[in-house]
């Protein structure tokens, strides 16, 4: 590892959807000098547009079962519309940026998940050796920020829809070789909560087995499982420091004038 930092800030699908929210937001990131890798899902908006087209869509544990139909909607709206609105929105604040679905340049290549019970249709899971890190890195070089969306391809034709938090670790865990990294979700709650429903409830440091025990009572659920899950893998594989926080405190976050946000630790 040099000691070089980089971020890898990975924005969640409702803020996304917010359309104010999502230009303070890159209007903020924009101007972050440190080099970083913005990662996006948009799950809500492709929950939205799928049932306007009278596709039922199916989340287990936060996590899409992506039918023949639902993969096109998914690459539609995160490599399509989703992707270059941010790549526009950052040209806007001067930051050069290069939107990537998986398959472009090879970036993440995923295995069609296999699962005993359910069927999750074309969905990716990642492994170690999912990412083309040398094109990341030459990227940054070059001055350009990667925008990466979560559509990821099989190295046979096949897209795969793939949990945009689960990418983000990706991204942090194999560019640990190369950087000195931080993780940084982002969305539309202030952190990880005691009481879902209280905006104020924020846990300032998380660890392993407090996880355990809030998942097993009912207060972590949906969504925020595979965020954690991916926080603790990263963790144990080389990430520097994880953050989960709202969208509109990077900035707070970054200038460490906000202390509102969840630390992960072990
Ligand atoms: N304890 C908790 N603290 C915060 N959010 C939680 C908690 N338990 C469940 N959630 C849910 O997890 C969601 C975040 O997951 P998800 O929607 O996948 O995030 P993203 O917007 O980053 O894609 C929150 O909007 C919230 O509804
Ligand atoms: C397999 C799987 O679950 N894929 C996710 C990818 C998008 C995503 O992660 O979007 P958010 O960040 O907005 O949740 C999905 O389709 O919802």
Redesign the pocket.
Known sequence: MNNQKLLII?I????IDNKFELAQFLETIATINTPFILVH?G?KLATDLAEKLNIPQQLID?RRITDAETIKIATMVYAGYINKNIVALLQKNNKNSLGLSGADANLIKTTKRIHPTIDYGFVGDLNAESVNTDFLENIINFGLTPVVNAITHDGNGLLLNTN??SIANALAVSLSSKYEVSLL?C???KG???D?SNDDSVIKTLNHQQYEQ?KNDG??????L??LDNCFNALQNGVSAIGILKATNLLGFLNKTTHEYTTIIE
């Open positions: 990975k969640g699908g409702n803020s899902g799950g936060g945009a938090d979700y969305f539309e709650k990880v909560l005691l879902p809030l207060t972590i659920s949906k969504g925020m595979p965020k």
